[in-house]
């Protein structure tokens, strides 16, 4: 068997064990992206767009970019990673698992507090902000803290603001800033830290303050081939992702990107 066949074969596979029960098919020329959980409205449309206009299909699998990570370091078949963190496409690249000449950062987002109840009121958010105390007895709704890009940025701008200490026994983790979303509009969490442009697909809940850009690190998405990944269909939707209409769908979700992006 051929090193192309091996890889259809696992990338069958794959698809079976992380897609199940989606409309995804496992063709020979499925593109199979991994990206970050905060990007799957923006990306399901873009993935949409451009199989309608190939006749190709995309099978993305949407998690915390530390799982996704770990994943292909294990040898799952992905042909390209959006990550929301730099560490971890660092850490994939150390590992000499992604093609260094791809990857380029695609997008920036920002951090803010959300609350349940497209009612709730705003608040000036700051060092004096009495966070555990609006929290009383219930949760915080965060991704994973010490792994997952949302959390750690989460964590350190809470930190950065002296308000760490107090809500740390109140948090509720969750395996990705998607699941933490969830856990406020269904009103389980009260309030939760999420991207802005998680926020803004959920009409259950409402922004009620930002965290600074300078309380954390910068919020930035990088991408890039896969090592390994063969086919030329990869590499077409790989560019359009950073053309004009990819940058269009990107915007109208809340994402900002970077300049010299939408040229395709």
Request: glycine content about 8%; overall charge negative; charged content about 15%.
């Amino acid at each position: 068997m051929s090193a192309r066949s091996i890889r259809r074969l696992a990338r069958s596979l794959v698809l079976a064990g992380l897609l199940l029960g989606s409309a995804a098919s496992a063709h020979a020329e499925d593109v199979l992206v991994f990206a970050a959980a905060s990007l799957k409205t923006a990306l399901d449309r873009i993935a949409t767009d451009w199989e309608q206009a190939t006749g190709h299909t995309v099978a993305v699998s949407y998690a915390g970019s530390s799982q996704l990570a770990r994943q292909i370091e294990q040898g799952a078949p992905a042909d390209i990673y959006i990550s929301a963190s730099t560490d971890w496409m660092d850490y994939l690249q150390k590992a000499s698992l992604i093609e260094d000449a791809t990857r380029i950062d695609l997008l920036s987002n920002s951090l803010v507090l959300i609350a349940h109840g497209a009612q709730a009121e705003a608040i000036s958010f700051g060092p004096d902000t009495d966070l555990a105390g609006m929290l009383g007895d219930e949760r915080l709704a965060m991704a994973m803290v010490d792994s997952v890009p949302a959390g750690i940025y989460g964590k350190m701008a809470l930190t950065q603001l002296g308000l760490w200490d107090e809500v740390a026994p109140k948090v509720a983790q969750t395996d990705n800033v998607r699941a933490a979303l969830a856990l406020v509009s269904s009103g389980e969490a009260p309030y939760g830290i999420v991207y802005a442009t998680d926020a803004l697909v959920d009409e259950n809940v409402r922004i009620i303050a930002s965290f600074p850009a300078t309380s954390h690190a910068p919020i930035v998405y990088p991408a890039a081939m896969v090592h390994g990944s063969v086919g030329p269909e990869a590499r077409g939707f790989f560019a359009a992702l950073s053309g004009a209409d990819a940058e269009a769908v990107f915007r109208q979700n809340g994402f900002l990107v970077p300049p010299g992006h939408g040229d395709g």
